[in-house]
């Protein structure tokens, strides 16, 4: 019932910059906390960043912590995630999820089991 379309992935050069984006449809986007997760070959899908619908609350992965800043416009139903300063590691499928049962209303949840919806992935590839 709710669809996430995440776009604005690529090729990029170390050292560069990029911004998806998350389009959520479906059901409605209120009190949902958003996530990003992301997945290399071979590697287990992590955690990258998380805010909360009402009063913006964020985590991060320490990896990202400093280069990366998550956002949303609820009233656009997208949630945005501006990748800066990008590393070789940062490639990966990115996935945007939706935590539509959230367990704390101020601080997101960083387990992806927590997640309910989930997109299809955008891929992100940084050359070094």
Known sequence: QVQLVESGGGLVQAGGS????????GRTFRSYHMGWFRQAPGKEREF????????????????????????RD????????????????DTA??????????????????AAGQY??????TQVTVSS
């Open 93 to 110: 499928v990115y996935y945007c999820a939706a935590d539509t049962q959230p367990l704390l209303s101020t601080i997101p949840s960083m």
């Open 48 to 71: 990258v960043t998380a805010i909360t619908w009402s009063v913006g609350g964020t985590r991060y992965a320490d990896s990202v912590k400093g280069r990366f800043t998550i956002s």
């Open 116 to 121: 309910d919806y989930w997109g299809r992935g």
């Open 18 to 25: 990029l911004r998806l984006s998350c389009a959520a449809s």
């Open 74 to 89: 609820n009233a656009k139903n997208t949630v945005y995630l501006q990748m800066n300063s990008l590393k070789p590691e």
